[in-house]
T-cell receptor
């Protein structure tokens, strides 16, 4: 059973477009992280959100944690080819002390 | 400082064989986690070690095992390999363990089982 579902699974857009990736669950998480993985490399942390309703901005990337701490979104403004990669959310389910990774969203930004 | 180092990067085995993968965490990190990544299942948690003790284990059969040494280096072993074990195996280290902060991943060991 996959606790964290991401949508869309695949996304191909033109440079300059905006996009939103969703990470949803029926479970509550103590914290949630977003990672980006490029081919041939391991995932790299982008952000950690810990408070329900929290919004964090990282240049053109905006991350939001749902009020109930069951979902999150990643919004990219004016996407660039360098944003291409696999985006993964990861949640720490309360009390388990291990991160559960989402199904992933593979983004391709065309120049 | 040096990142997480995994060896070997690539390996090919046949069904029934066994394999050992190695992970050297970032200096000062005491927690090492292992994940299996496949196109169909995504990143699946295998186990986590902290100070030579396994603290968490995922839902994998007993053929998958691991250990951690006193210098925090970790190894994982897969015995009696099956075709479905073909995957990218990722190791991640952190200072104190999962849910306490950032996981730093290595580049992975890509295993192909023929």
């Amino acid at each position: 059973t996959q606790l964290l579902e991401q949508s869309p699974q695949f996304l191909s857009i033109q440079e300059g477009e905006n996009l939103t990736v969703y990470c949803n669950s029926s479970s509550v998480f103590s914290s949630l992280q977003w990672y980006r993985q490029e081919p041939g490399e391991g995932p790299v942390l982008l952000v950690t959100v810990v408070t329900g309703g929290e919004v964090k901005k990282l240049k053109r990337l905006t991350f939001q944690f749902g009020d109930a701490r069951k979902d999150s979104s990643l919004h990219i403004t004016a996407a660039q080819p360098g944003d291409t990669g696999l985006y993964l959310c990861a949640g720490d389910k309360s009390g388990t002390y291990k991160y559960i990774f989402g199904t992933g969203t593979r983004l391709k930004v065309l120049a | 400082k040096a990142g997480v180092t995994q060896t070997p990067r690539y390996l090919i085995k046949t069904r029934g064989q066994q394999v050992t993968l190695s992970c050297s965490p970032i200096s000062g990190h005491r927690s090492v986690s292992w994940y299996q990544q496949t196109p169909g299942q995504g990143l699946q948690f295998l186990f986590e070690y902290f100070s030579e003790t396994q603290r968490n284990k995922g839902n994998f059969p007993g053929r998958f095992s691991g250990r951690q040494f006193s210098n925090s280096r970790s190894e994982m072993n897969v015995s009696t390999l099956e075709l479905g074990d073909s995957a990218l195996y990722l190791c991640a280290s952190s200072i104190a363990g999962q849910n306490t902060g950032e996981l730093f991943f290595g580049e992975g060991s890509r295993l192909t089982v023929l």
